[in-house]
């Protein structure tokens, strides 16, 4: 439960979302009609039993019963309750291949949006949200498409098929059950409003409290080293304490909502079986009547409840829907100019000319950057944390465009050429490693598809990641699983340093990409680099100095301005802020 989620635009996100049925049209018209026969046939079912009794069991005119009658009516009742069951049956498979193709396009659909969404999105959605979407949304939606609807319909059918049945077989009954179904119906909803309270504030101390169990457990040796033990029983034992109170409460009024509606419910029927009896005795109403009309009364609050648990739904999955839609609706990158050009071979030859840039326009973070790199040539970026680094490559892989000022390859503005063209063009090793499920071989051909197996050993080899390969279970073979989890954070540098290897863009990024290994790793994965980095244009972002040293040049940035550049020797001769930095007179960060 917890609160409620209400769509925004209901009648528009239900027209999209039918949109996604309309290929099934003819299966659900058949679900549909399924539906039909089948709050026929159950309701024809119940009303049977009325001549089956007038006639067969206590006979109007007085006369004694007639068994083999009997069982013949009931014969005839069973066979229609029979259809009820086999088109219920019906109507359920039917449904359920209708919203699973319906799924199946909606996922694919918002895969592939995905696909064409700019870094931009990712940069400012939360992986768990977009993934929310994915599973959550996408499967509230799955439930309202094969049960809730049709549910709803079924609710709809059978509550004016009683009312109309029992309006037919006593209309005095039937007030009397008018009057008493809102009855219920307040009670109840008092109750259920109450227990929706508590009921919530029991899932929000649930979930403090397992957050901070985990939070302790995850953080153990923090804790213990900083003596924490004491506060942190004092602290869970206060949201153990919330937790307890809210649960009895949640679980109090949960609990008395069954016998409270049960009650009242016993209470319309003594009523209505009272006044039916008199009814009978002095007005002339059938046994018959009677029998079926205490059952209608009874079954009548069922479709009533049923329609107004589902309603909340069919809230929280159109809420869902529009989640997705909202999704599908953001901007994916711009398309390439109408002539992009596709520059292949690349040589490699970078410039910046003047290049000023925000992630939003009032706030700038590169000003006035101006810079270029010859082919083959190593240009290093050093400077503190938030400093402008990485939106300098984010930059040139075009994950956002310039405000003004303009990047060429080649002499070709990158604006005009095809992403797909410019980014085959560019490889990139991060700190953050990012390995795909799938074998070594797998991982390290991710960088071209048409890589033979000599090609990608060869990678492995210029990486230095050979060895390690060999010395895996099954060599190249070996399955990665969770992002590599499996092999060290070396190794998986390593992987990822072969798949840009094997990968013959002329440029090349390497942010921070030997800052979360130790030193004697870094020893060994810069061998690797130094292959990696022959004869293509490098871009190279580090915190430790020692790896930029041999830069060709090398751009001191501070808020987003080269404040020094030149080469190691230059920079240290010039006594300004990479020699601080050199010397340890300041630090990084
Ligand atoms: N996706 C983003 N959206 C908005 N601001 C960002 C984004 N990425 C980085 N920034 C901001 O841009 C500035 C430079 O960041 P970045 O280039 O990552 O620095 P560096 O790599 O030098 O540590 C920082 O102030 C950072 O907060
Ligand atoms: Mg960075």
Redesign the pocket.
Known sequence: MGPKRMPKDAKQTVRRLLGYLNEDKGKLMLAFLCVIVNTIATLAGSYMLRPIINTYIAPVDGSRGDAAGLARGLGVMALVYLLGVITNYFQAKVMLTVAQNALQKLREDLFIKLQSLP??YY??NSNGDIMSRFTNDVDTIGNMLSSTLVQLFSGALSLVGTFLLMVYTNLYLTVITLVMIPLMMKAGGAVARRSQKYFSAQQYSLGALNGYIEETITGQKVVKVFCHEEVAREEFSILNGELRENQIRAQFFGGIMGPVMGNLSQVNYSLTACIGGLLCVVKGFDVGGLTVFLNFSRQFSRPINEISMQISNVFSALAGAERVFHVMDEAPEPADEADARVLEPMEGHVVFEDVTF???PE?T?LKHISLYAKPGQKIA?V??????????T?LLNRF?DIQSGRITIDGVDIRRLSRESLRKNIAMVLQDTHLFTGTVRENIRYGRLDATDEEVIQAAKTASAHSFIMRLPQGYDTMLEGDGANLSQGQRQLLNIARAAISKAPILIL??ATSSVDTRTEKHIEHGMDRLMANRTTFV?AHRLSTVRNANAIMV?EN?EIIERGDHEELVAHKGRYYQLHTGLSELD
């Open positions: 870094v931009r940069d400012t925000g992630y939003v706030k973070i970026f400077g503190s944390t938030g400093a402008g680094k990485t939106t300098i984010n956002y942010d921070e972002i940035l987003g």
